[in-house]
């Protein structure tokens, strides 16, 4: 284990026989505030014997945890969440070819049932949000919002509170409200309800405000959040074959379409494994033996998300720390001290059963400040689940195809899945009234026109076909050339002896599937190399010359670090054109063919050539393609940048670079826009009449950033190259 991560991990616990004192707090899950009581959200820490932890922590009066902190996400009330920032936002009031209608005419009408219902409100319905302070103050917010809903006051109002802002949908009657309330410790406090805003329906903050209200809906509903989205634990769809559990749930959320309030729902799984952490660890250990054990089983397990059905919630693993055991004490939060083994024991009912495992460890980070330090906390490996696919798990067919036969509804069944959700919602007690205390009725489920469009002509070199399945034309490549391939002369393949066998075959295949589209393939220098990262580069920059056209790489495994490494150097130190394809791919006999055509479809591509077209009726088209991601090693945003520059949009210009912060990204966008105008021009002497723009990668309250700095930049290059262009 790092440094880092034996720092981060390291618990202020201490073994019963340990010489001096190290203790740990517990802060105990689930103690909802509904009657009047005094508590603190300080805790005090423990004492620590180890400098690093001391470090790592100081400043920062936190306790350790066994695992009992909730995880709920926080209801922000001071400040809109980027989720409903772009409500306001009109994309089309300036083109005025969606500005009036976007409705299509081609194809044949159809009528589709969505997945959003309309959510009914009073004409002159307002919300109204109120500023709530204390004297004294209250530090802990769960005392302050226990004091607001118990007062007499707001018994009958339907309420949302942070433990500083509060929303009503009744006005009181004074702008400025006195009351006073009291603790269980007798003590006098005085709060000061003072109107700040009044909202229409329409307002951001009434979007975020009814969110939290249908969030609360389903939580009635006894389904459990995690993440975003919430799940029915009671309700287990099993794969007992593989040891999996699908939860179903529901995806929601309530926005504007249009002029209309609308909830949407869309069905979700949660994939959760069989088998906890400890079982994982113990089938690990008897694979590999003890020397790599705590190496191996770190790599594989931090980063992970695991659940507690103990409390049904879910945590990141940050760390393990193998020092700490369950016999081990923490303090709780009414100041006792208390062994793992009998906390769960009293707050449960679960015996552990293995003494020795050690503790996973995960960071808990405050979801209302992000400048607060983390809160660890202690798992016991006995008790977690880990959820989600594992690597070989994702790659076996038979385990995919079981959980695809679950998880891909039809569409009748989706349908039948949200009418139950709403169902649900209308005949609850508690759930209606929730609605009607707030004024809102959960109305029929939307319908709408939408139209089937004919199958789209494919244009190969000397032939025209009409595919029969919308997305599927792959023995027509077969059969038919395609539009320009260069020959592949002089390219590489690395292998490991193992594969030796296989590459005759594929061999063959590829190139009288090649010969076939008009793709000529000579035969290559073949290097047989060890199964290890090292082996591959060293080959690779033996035989990767200059003349080399393709570097071929024949993987043992889907091992990251080997894949990652031979990419980067093809990729940025050597830049050639490289294709991977993993052994067991090429094991597939009865599935040679197949495999052949889309390896040779990828390398042409790669090379430069051009497959098929389709009919562009627009003249004159550059299509652009425009992606950012953050890189989280090295914090910094890499933009991704494509445009066409042929009419029949099969040849690309393209561009990337790595920003500091995504303000920069405008800037770059200019001078991309600028170079993909010069390629045009190169290609076509005269500069594109349309371009239309595909921007992926905006997050949540990205968009006015795009509306506002974005398009203007892309214009900006456009005008400045003295193009009419729209």
Not at 2 to 23: F, I, K, N, T
Not at 306 to 317: Q, S
Not at 538 to 550: C, F, G, P, T, Y
């Amino acid at each position: 284990m790092s440094g880092r991560a034996r720092v981060r991990a390291r618990g202020l616990a201490r073994s019963p026989d340990a010489q001096r004192e190290q203790h740990t707090q517990a802060l105990p899950l689930g103690r909802r505030m509904h009657t009047p009581v005094d508590l603190s959200d300080s805790e005090a820490s423990g004492s620590s014997s180890v400098e690093e932890t001391n470090r790592i922590l100081q400043h920062c009066n936190k306790g350790v945890s066994s695992g009992d902190v909730e995880s709920t996400i926080v209801e922000k009330g001071v400040k809109i969440r980027r989720d409903y920032m772009d409500l306001n936002i009109c994309t089309r009031e300036k083109l005025a070819h969606v500005r009036d209608c976007k409705t299509g005419s081609s194809g044949i009408p159809v009528k589709l049932v969505t997945n959003l219902f309309n959510l009914g409100l009073p004409q002159d319905w307002q919300l109204y949000q109120y500023h709530v302070t204390y004297i004294p103050d209250l530090a802990s917010r769960r005392l302050r919002i226990a004091l607001l809903y118990n007062h007499r006051k707001f018994a009958n109002h339907a309420k949302a509170f942070d433990g500083t802002v509060l929303f009503l949908s009744q006005k009181l009657e004074e702008k400025v409200t006195e009351l006073s309330a009291e603790t269980q410790r007798g003590e006098t406090v005085k709060m000061t309800v003072t109107l700040t805003r009044e909202l229409p329906s329409s307002s951001p903050t009434c979007i975020q405000v009814f969110n939290i209200i249908f969030r609360k809906i389903l939580k009635m509903l006894s389904m459990y959040q995690i993440g975003r989205n919430f799940y029915k634990p009671s309700e287990p769809v099993e794969i007992p074959q593989h040891k999996l559990s699908l939860w179903p749930g529901f995806a929601i959320s309530v926005s504007h379409f249009e002029s209309s309030l609308l909830f949407g729902a869309d069905v979700s799984y949660k994939v959760l494994r069989n088998e906890t952490v400890l079982e994982f660890m113990t089938d690990l250990c008897y694979k590999i033996g003890i020397s790599c054990f705590i190496q191996t089983c770190e790599q594989q397990l931090i980063g992970l998300v695991v659940l507690t059905r103990y409390n049904n919630k879910t945590y990141r693993i940050d760390d393990i720390d193998w020092s700490v055991k369950p016999t081990h004490t923490f303090w709780r939060r009414d100041g006792s001290e208390i062994t793992y083994v009998d906390y769960y024991k009293q707050q449960y009912n679960i015996t552990l059963s293995d003494l020795n495992q050690p503790v996973l460890v995960s960071l808990l980070k405050s979801k209302r400040n992000d400048n607060i330090e983390p809160k660890i906390i202690h798992l016991i490996p006995e008790l977690c689940f880990l959820t989600g696919l594992s690597g070989p798990a994702a790659s076996d067919y038979q385990l995919m195809k079981a959980v695809a036969e679950e998880m891909r509804l039809s569409p009748l069944s989706r349908q039948q899945q949200l009418a139950r959700l709403a169902d649900d919602i209308q005949r609850n007690k508690d759930t209606r009234f929730e609605l009607e205390t707030w004024g809102l009725y959960l109305g029929s489920q939307m319908s709408l026109t939408g139209r089937v469009v004919p199958s789209e002509k494919i244009l190969m070199q000397e032939h025209v076909c009409q595919p029969m399945s919308a997305a599927d034309w792959s023995k027509d490549i077969r059969t038919c050339k395609i539009l320009n391939a260069e020959s592949l002369n002089k390219w590489l393949i690395v292998c490991s002896n193992r594969a030796e066998n296989l590459i005759e075959g594929f061999l063959s295949c590829l190139r009288r599937v090649g010969s076939s589209m008009g793709f000529n393939v000579d035969y290559p220098k073949i290097t047989k190399v060890q199964e290890n990262t090292a082996a591959y580069l060293r080959a690779i920059q033996q035989h990767a010359d200059l003349d080399v056209q393709l570097v071929m790489c024949i993987l043992p495994s889907n091992q990251k670090n080997l894949y990652d490494s031979i990419k980067k150097y093809l990729n940025s130190d050597c830049p050639v054109p490289s294709q991977c394809v993993l052994t067991r791919t090429l094991s597939k006999q009865g599935m040679m063919m197949s495999v052949a055509t889309k390896i040779a479809m990828q390398m042409t591509c790669k090379l430069g050539g051009e497959l098929w077209a389709v009919e562009i009726p627009l003249k004159s088209l550059m299509v652009v393609g425009i992606d950012t991601c953050k890189d989280t090693f090295s914090k910094q945003v890499v933009v991704g940048f494509v445009a066409s520059v042929n009419p029949r949009i099969t040849r690309w210009f393209s561009r990337c670079i790595l920003q500091k912060a995504a303000t920069d990204l405008a800037d770059c966008l200019k001078v991309f826009m600028t170079g993909a105008l010069k390629e045009w021009y190169k290609h076509n002497h005269d500069l594109p009449a349309r371009i239309i723009v595909y921007r992926d990668g905006i997050g949540d309250g990205q968009l006015k950033t795009v509306v506002e700095y974005e398009v203007p930049q892309l214009l900006s290059s456009v005008a400045e190259s003295g193009s009419k262009t729209r």
